[in-house]
């Protein structure tokens, strides 16, 4: 058992590990219903970084080549298999940071890399973040662009929880940007046809950053498309691994 790592249900004999990158200032067991939606034999593992649920305690991090490299060594155990790398919005951006300092031997075992809600690294955010501001503003801004699920803006101890690593993850997700070479693995990106927050062409350009196989898949809804429609989410993504 890990600290960096929420494992729902540990598969006898996985074909394929799926790594769920959670979005910013959002923990791991967003991701906890759907293991019962998935095939038996692809294993979910849902990242935890400090800030966040049983890492509360601990300062979570403000670099992006510390979380990427230190994300990277907790996961290695679990790298042993074929595995897809899946981000939502902050947590597409983790996933390829994390991506791009694979050795070798990881990246052979690599299957895809889903982006899901995400801007590529070659575009700037369309709203900047108010990650150093007071908490009423940035709770608003947030409620304005519909930039958190509703059951964490109507819940207050949920937001007190939450806003310290959702700071810091805002604050990463400012300033991203990325110089990893395109390599040969496929790229799928979910998008939201209503999306407030990244727009379809800045989740397209997700295609200039492999020399793989690219496609992007459109759902109904706002940025939390993932929450909202999530059977249709997890189905294609049953899809995905089971096609790798």
């Known amino acids: 058992m890990s600290r960096w ?19 910013a200032g959002g923990w791991p067991s967003v991701y906890r219903s759907w293991v ?6 692809i294993e979910l593992v849902a990242i935890r970084t400090p800030g966040r649920e049983s890492r509360f305690a601990e300062m979570p991090y403000t670099d992006w080549t510390a979380l990427a490299a230190d994300t990277l060594e907790a996961l290695r155990p679990l790298l042993d298999i074929p595995f897809v790398f899946f981000g939502h919005s902050f947590g597409g951006m983790l996933a390829h940071e994390v991506e791009s300092v694979l050795h070798d031997r990881e ?5 895809t890399l889903i982006v899901s809600g995400c801007r590529n690294p070659s575009e700037k955010p369309q709203h900047r973040a108010p990650f150093d501001a007071p ?3 940035l709770w608003a801004w947030l409620a304005d662009i519909d930039g958190t699920p509703a059951e964490v803006l109507e819940n207050q101890q949920l937001r007190a929880l939450a806003e310290p690593s959702l700071r810091a993850d805002l604050e990463l997700a400012d300033t991203w940007t990325s110089a990893a070479p395109a390599v040969a693995r496929p790229i799928v990106t979910f998008g939201g046809s209503e999306d407030r927050i990244v727009s379809r ?13 690219y496609r992007h898949v459109q759902f109904s809804g706002g940025h939390f498309f993932i929450h909202s429609l999530e059977a249709q989410v997890v189905a294609e993504v049953s899809n995905i691994c089971q096609a790798a």
């Open 5 to 23: 790592w929420y494992r729902p249900c540990i598969a006898a004999t996985p074909r394929m590990r799926l790594f769920c990158f959670p979005y």
């Open 201 to 213: 062409k800045q989740i397209e350009g997700w295609r200039n950053f492999t020399a793989g196989a």
């Open 135 to 137: 908490s009423e503003t």
């Open 107 to 111: 990246r052979a075992m690599m299957r």
């Open 36 to 41: 019962a939606q998935l095939p038996a034999d």
